[in-house]
């Protein structure tokens, strides 16, 4: 409310000086006046709240100086009808933004980092049922987040692990296709059989009805406990996940939702594909570490599918989780936010997860999100919503309305082409008013971004990853506000790799934008020798249009899928070890160094000395050997697995060191998944430290420079890779180059963390109560 209070008393003087009318050159002094401000306290505007405050203050007076003007001076005639409207359509999109460009300012105004929850007694620990909803995730997947989640620090016997299986269902397994009921039948029993294994719930129901939503409420129709934890089937929690997140619900009774970030270990397909630094901070960055942050400031903190902890009692409240958008976790949130509950965001990352592989599979990710957030817009408007508060209807607003940016993105991309092509007057303007009006409103856009976020977000970022998408959730969006309840769930494939370099089978509307825009440079240098008297206007426009065009043109560099090397990829870890050939005794084993563990196999460094059993020194491929990892911390994970020898490196690692990749046999993926739990998952400093240490802040012109460079040169190898791929690679189908993955290779960080590595310093005994 304070907040509030505060954009209220700023919003009179900014108004004022919004609306005050004045010649073209005082605007423009005022204009490199506010600009000079924003570039000395720009440095200042992460330390100090009372300077964010001014920032965003001085630099909301530009922006509505521009509103202003754009409203009052700049519109076409109305005798000229087609222009008139092709202007009020880049106007209208152009005020979306401005709304857009406050309701974020109020957000991230002052995010919030909560306490540390108080220690509580073991006996006090409310009961938890860990739900992990699968469609068709391989079971190795399954069995690594299925032993981390059971292998999360909680009082015993207060903790159950329930695997909601929707690829077994009755439905599935009597499929009149006899192929795919066979499939499901093996699934289920497979399933089942590693469940029983793992002192894991299996659960599943007789249809697939209402995809996620349904199948987490049948599997809740069976349980009792007092707090949910819902994990996706390739988010692999820490071990002290439970005993970070569950001291909140006991300390506030109105609390129903604990949500932490998502943590990805592999890079999304545009980064990976356009060749963005190790150094960029993650797409999902910005929204996980400021954004969320500013919600939860203001009461909006939300259910995000994952990774979060919800209060039993406000599901039953509202029903269950919601299911009539696609995006039944929101929606959930939104449901029983409505109902009085509150929520929370807590920024430390305990889980690690997995993006989409490929473009078509993030494409089908976003798609998702920009139907059920359009949805829900539309069905359950927070405006129109009852039980909400003012703040928490401007959190949801701003994060449904965000999704429209397909339309709004599209309507900026062919704008320029409106004048190049048909000469249209989509704006009134001189030259003088260009310097004074548009390029301060462009410059104070990405100065606010880039002093808010720009540890999280670099220059043009934003725009590269929005016209990816633009060309493809443009369709989404327009059917769902026509048809709001004719979406339907579609999975993200979580089971891709790449096993060669091709194009996307969805490459054509993202090329097609591409020849449109440069079809539009072609106009503009036509209008240049055409019409002299207009050189003015066509510098500007075409400007505009070039910049569109070099964006675009890194965008396309999405589309170009690039291999793995790693086929199987594995992470990096430290751990002791012994090596024996399968068949000799025990006594022969010599030290190792486990590098990177999956549960399909590892890899590992022999330590030899002039002991080592002369056998493992000519050790070569399809050779079975013997290895005992050694967990001090839970010994009773340690087993000794058996396995085939796929690579030897020594060579090339010098005479003391024997490099060995192995693989397992199916028979010890349980056990292999559950070392993999610990020595990989088990500890989430490397996630927290990980998000703390990669991303690099990127001052704003070295990194619009940075993005234009990169675009540049990204031309020709394009125009190229597009000469060269065959058809046939064109319209390769997605589904011929899945397989299983299990991890992407990381680093291993290291963080101080002020409670035990283990979580159970949350807890006290029943007999003593000790804040943390």
């Not at 494939?493 to 790449?498: N, P, V």
Request: proline share 6%; net charge neutral.
């Amino acid at each position: 409310m304070l907040l509030m209070l505060v954009w209220l008393a700023l919003l009179v003087p900014v108004l004022f000086l919004a609306a005050t009318p004045v010649a073209t050159v005082v605007q423009a002094l005022l204009a490199l006046t506010v600009l000079a401000i924003l570039f000395a306290l720009k440095p200042f505007v992460q330390k100090s709240l009372r300077v964010r405050f001014f920032v965003l203050a001085a630099a909301s007076t530009l922006v509505l100086r521009y509103w202003f003007w754009r409203l009052t001076e700049t519109l076409p005639s109305p005798e000229d009808p087609v222009s008139f409207i092709a202007a009020l359509v880049l106007f209208g999109a152009e005020s979306f933004t401005v709304v857009l460009f406050f309701l974020t300012a109020l957000i991230t105004a002052d995010p919030t980092t909560p306490p540390l929850p108080k220690r509580m007694r073991r006996s006090e620990a409310p009961t938890v049922d860990v739900l992990v909803p699968s469609y068709n995730e391989p079971p190795e997947l399954l069995a690594v987040t299925l032993a981390a989640a059971m292998q999360m620090v909680y009082p015993e016997g207060r903790k159950t692990v329930v695997l909601c299986d929707d690829g077994g269902t009755d439905q599935k397994c009597a499929s009149p296709d006899p192929k795919a009921a066979k499939e499901a039948q093996e699934r289920r029993a497979q399933l089942q059989a590693m469940c029983e294994q793992m002192g894991v719930v299996y659960t599943t129901r007789a249809r697939n009805e209402h995809a996620k939503a349904g199948n987490l409420n049948s599997a809740l129709q069976k349980l009792r406990g007092e707090l949910v934890l819902i994990l996706d089937a390739d988010h692999v929690p820490s071990r002290e996940f439970l005993a970070r997140t569950a001291g909140y619900f006991v300390e506030n009774p109105k609390l129903f939702l604990v949500q932490t970030p998502h943590f990805f270990t592999n890079r999304d397909p545009i980064e990976r594909n356009i060749g963005l630094p190790e150094t960029c901070p993650s797409e999902n960055e910005m929204f996980y570490t400021e954004i969320h942050r500013g919600l939860d400031r203001l009461g909006g903190a939300f259910f995000c599918g994952s990774a979060a902890l919800i209060r039993r009692k406000a599901l039953d409240d509202v029903g269950g989780i919601s299911g009539r958008t696609i995006t039944e976790d929101a929606e959930t949130a939104l449901d029983i936010h409505s109902r009085g509950w509150e929520s929370l965001y807590l920024d430390h990352a305990m889980i690690a997860g997995l993006q989409p592989e490929t473009f078509a599979s993030f494409i089908t990710q976003r798609g998702r999100w920009a139907t059920g957030m359009m949805q829900m817009l539309i069905l359950k408007n927070p405006l129109f919503r009852p039980g909400l508060t003012m703040l928490q209807r401007v959190c949801y607003l701003n994060s449904m309305s965000y999704w429209l940016f397909p339309l709004v993105r599209m309507i900026f991309l062919l704008s320029p082409l409106f004048y190049l092509f048909f000469g249209l007057e989509v704006f009134v303007v001189t030259y003088d008013e260009v310097l004074a009006y548009i390029l301060p409103h462009l410059l104070v856009g990405f100065l606010i971004q880039n002093a808010l976020f720009s540890k999280v977000r670099w220059p043009l970022i934003s725009e590269v990853y929005e016209i990816a998408q633009t060309p493809y959730l443009l369709k989404a969006v327009f059917n769902t506000v026509l048809r709001p309840n004719a979406a339907t769930f579609k999975v993200t494939a979580k089971d891709e790799t790449l096993d060669k370099d091709f194009i996307s089978p969805v490459f054509q509307p993202l090329l097609m934008l591409n020849l449109l825009l440069f079809a539009g440079l072609v106009a503009a240098a036509m209008r240049w020798s055409l019409f002299p008297g207009d050189r003015t206007v066509v510098l500007i426009v075409g400007g505009w249009n070039l910049y569109n065009f070099l964006l675009a043109a890194l965008s396309l560099r999405s589309v170009f899928e690039r291999q793995r090397r790693l086929q199987k990829p594995r992470t990096v870890i430290r751990a002791p070890a012994r090596v024996w050939l399968a068949g000799q005794p025990e006594e022969t084993a010599a030290p190792a160094l486990v590098r990177s563990i999956s549960g399909k196999g590892l890899r590992l460094e022999l330590q030899l000395g002039p002991d080592t059993d002369p056998a493992l020194l000519e050790i070569k491929p399809d050779a079975e050997i013997m290895v005992h990892l050694e967990i001090p911390k839970a010994r009773a994970l340690e087993q000794t697995l058996q396995g085939k020898v796929t690579q030897s490196d020594r060579g090339r690692m010098g005479a003391e060191r024997h490099g060995l990749a192995v693989t397992f046999d199916e028979s010890q993926m349980i056990a292999a998944s559950a070392m993999t739990a610990w020595l990989v998952y088990g500890d989430s400093k490397k996630w927290h430290a990980a998000r703390k240490a990669v991303p690099q802040r990127r001052g704003l012109v070295p990194g619009i420079l940075f993005v234009l460079r990169k675009a540049i040169v990204s031309l020709p190898v394009t125009v190229i890779g597009l000469l060269r791929a065959p058809s046939s690679a064109r319209a390769a189908k997605t589904d011929d180059r899945r397989s299983s993955v299990e991890q992407q290779a990381i680093d291993q960080f290291l963080a101080d963390d002020p409670r035990d590595d283990d979580g159970s310093g949350y807890f006290d005994s029943d007999e003593a109560e000790v804040r943390a």
